[in-house]
């Protein structure tokens, strides 16, 4: 650790100059900031600093270039900016992490939020950088542990898999990821909190992550008052924070709530450094740049570890065809779809297992394993289909084996969907197994079948 700060220190004082050049502020224009001077110095992308009048530090990014100047998106309110203020390039845009940020609460420049003094790495990882070279990269791995039956069994996610789940506000989605976060299989958890109300850090890192997930964990957040520049960079930090332990050859589980608002943060500043809006008002690259971010996550080559991944998508009216929805079903490996009306019948987590799918299927499960899952997802299927029928009290007992079979373990098959899970991955197959059996093993009231009006689930 000794020698980790020293090298740092001087990696540090490697970078400082005697002479820094500077711009000056020569107008304003709407939410942007003309700046004359740093032609030659500063490139689209890099950050910048200027001193307001008063001597308050503001901060901003280079998004448009010109012969006489270059336009600068203020990462805060442009009141108190004045023409002739002075403007720096700052020196490096990058994080670099090390094993002492496990534990903290960051924002996305690496500065700590928790009051403590935080000591930098020796290596500098850049917010964009490229995913590893598509030929050198690993295949899924095993399937983890997730603590909860549903994702041990049904929906199971493997190492290197990127998932997204999609829902509406209120729907559970947070409480899930905070899940995840206790208790997955992975020795080091990032979590990348985008545009959260700030009353709700707090909130989430005391009760929802606890103690037990913050021991293994480092949360980047930008909260929502923060400006579009630092929501946008929020996602890009915790994913480069999480590719500097995948180089360590560690199992690093990367948590992103939401993606949404990064895409809605990078409309803002790509609308506001001149692009038009084309997708439902999002500009044309914000494919890119989610698909880009989407695709550092994943396996290593053969000497890295993985980065796991879970992606949430805020869903307004459960519209799974709105812009940033479709861009995320096609770039991850699976995706878990939450529905309001489950939230409101109590069951948590409010997951739609029919809607939803994970791509490291059929190739994470065995043989056995994959039947019992379809099974499953046959029964539920069955149920889905007649259950309107089934409540109203209209249904035959005998008129269909597989429905009558449904019907005999529905209530439980869903309430198993909720359990969190203590014993690993063969402790929930085994649940999903004795119930299976069961129905399987019903063979109608009189043995052939009868048409007794069966009492629909739940009406007792």
């Known amino acids: 650790m000794a020698m980790q700060k020293f090298e740092s220190l001087r990696d ?22 003309k700046v004359a001077g740093l032609n030659g110095y500063a490139r689209i992308g890099d950050h910048l600093r200027l ?5 308050v530090d503001v901060g901003g990014e280079v998004v448009q270039l010109a012969p006489d100047g270059l336009i600068m998106l203020p990462d805060n309110r442009l009141e108190g900016i004045a023409v002739g203020n002075k403007v720096f390039v700052e020196p490096d845009t990058g994080l670099a992490p090390c094993d002492a940020w496990i534990g903290r609460i960051i924002d996305p420049y690496g500065v700590p939020l928790d009051g403590k003094p935080m000591q930098p790495g020796a290596q500098v990882y850049a917010l964009d950088a490229p995913p590893p070279p598509p030929a050198q990269r690993k295949k899924l791995g095993d399937r983890m542990d997730t603590g909860m039956v549903l994702f041990n069994t049904i929906l199971p996610l493997a190492r290197g898999q990127r998932i997204g789940i999609f829902a509406g506000s209120g729907v559970g989605k947070t409480s899930l990821l905070a899940h995840f976060a206790r208790h997955m299989e ?7 909190l985008v545009g959260e109300r700030g009353r709700e850090l707090r909130e989430f890192i ?6 037990q997930g913050m021991q293994r964990s480092i949360v980047v957040a930008a909260t929502s008052d923060r400006s579009a520049l630092v929501r946008r960079r929020c996602p890009a930090a915790a994913t480069a924070i999480a590719e500097y332990f995948r180089d360590q050859g560690r199992q690093v589980l990367l948590l992103t709530d939401s993606i949404t608002r990064f895409a809605e943060a990078h409309r803002e500043v790509a609308t506001t450094s001149g692009e038009l809006p084309a997708l439902r008002g999002y500009p044309p690259s914000m494919s890119h740049s989610v698909m880009s971010l989407c ?8 000497d890295q570890g993985d980065i796991t991944a879970i992606y949430t998508v805020l869903v307004a009216g459960s519209d799974m065809d709105e812009p940033v929805a479709d861009v995320l079903r096609g770039v991850l490996d699976g995706h878990v779809t939450m529905d309001r009306a489950i939230a409101e019948r109590g069951r948590f987590p409010a997951v739609d297992i029919l809607r939803s799918v994970s791509r490291s299927l059929p ?3 065995t043989d056995r394993q994959n039947d019992r ?10 149920f889905a289909e007649a259950e309107t029928m089934v409540r109203a009290g209209l249904y035959a007992d005998g008129s269909d084996l597989v429905l009558d079979q449904a019907l005999v373990i529905h209530d439980r ?3 198993l969907a909720a359990q969190v899970e203590t014993g690993g991955i063969d402790a929930s197959f085994e649940k999903l197994e004795r119930l299976l059996a069961e129905a399987e093993a019903y063979r109608g009231r009189s043995g052939r079948g009868s048409q007794q009006l069966v009492t629909p689930p739940g009406s007792q």
């Open 363 to 365: 190739g994470c499960a």
């Open 12 to 33: 540090r004082l490697a970078k400082l100059t005697p002479v820094r050049p500077f711009g000056r502020v020569v107008g304003a224009e709407s939410a942007c900031l």
């Open 373 to 382: 899952i379809a099974t499953a997802r046959k029964y539920l299927g069955a």
């Open 413 to 415: 098959l869903d309430a």
């Open 295 to 302: 695709e550092r996550a994943g396996p290593g080559t053969q």
């Open 186 to 192: 992975a020795e080091v958890v990032v979590i990348a």
């Open 51 to 55: 001193t307001r009048s008063d001597g």
């Open 206 to 211: 005391d009760e929802a992550l606890g103690p």
